[in-house]
C-alpha cells in the first residue's frame, strides 16, 4: 500500500524543446515533476506510443530539504520520419502516483522529414544560434588567422 502525504502542485514540466526537428536531429529533452511525497513516477510518450525503454534516461529523485522529491526523466533519441508524423512530433510526459494522482504535459513541435543541412544542427550543437550567424564568426575568425599569418 502506498502512503500518498504530498501530492505534486503542478503539471510535469517539459524542458529541452525546439520548435522543429528534421530527420536525423537528436531530440533531448527532460521532464520534471513538482515536488510530492512519494515522488511521481513519469513516463514519455512519442507521438502516442509509449517511448523505447533505450530513450529514456532515468535520474533519481531529487530531495528538496522539506521531505518531498522531485522527478527528473529524460528522452533522448534520434528522430526518423516515423516519429515526424503529418508534420508535427508529439512529446508527451505523465506523472502518476498510485492511482491518487495523474497529470500530464504535451508539446507539438514542427517536424520535416528531410535531414537538416548542417550536420552540427542536428546533432543539437547549434541549438539556439542560426548556421548562418555562425557562418559569419567562423568566416571572422578565419581572416584573424590570415592576417596574424601575414604579418
Not at 537538416?116 to 578565419?142: F, H, I, K, N, Y
Amino acid at each position: 500500500m502506498v502512503v500518498v502525504t504530498d501530492t505534486p502542485e503542478s503539471d510535469p514540466h517539459i524542458s529541452g524543446t525546439r520548435n522543429k526537428y528534421h530527420a536525423g536531429d537528436v531530440v533531448q529533452v527532460n521532464c520534471t515533476s513538482s515536488p510530492s511525497k512519494p515522488a511521481a513516477a513519469l513516463m514519455w510518450y512519442v507521438n502516442d506510443d509509449q517511448a523505447d525503454s533505450a530513450f529514456l534516461v532515468d535520474y533519481a529523485p531529487v530531495p528538496n530539504g522539506e521531505g518531498l522529491e522531485t522527478s527528473i526523466l529524460g528522452l533522448h533519441f534520434r528522430a526518423r520520419p516515423s516519429h515526424l508524423r503529418q508534420g508535427r512530433l508529439k512529446l508527451r510526459c505523465t506523472a502518476t502516483i498510485a492511482a491518487v494522482y495523474f497529470r500530464e504535459n504535451t508539446i507539438y513541435a514542427r517536424a520535416h522529414l528531410t535531414p537538416r543541412r548542417d550536420p552540427l544542427e542536428s546533432q543539437g550543437m547549434l541549438t539556439g544560434v542560426s548556421a548562418g550567424v555562425l557562418d559569419v564568426q567562423v568566416w571572422v575568425v578565419l581572416m584573424g588567422v590570415a592576417l596574424v599569418l601575414l604579418r
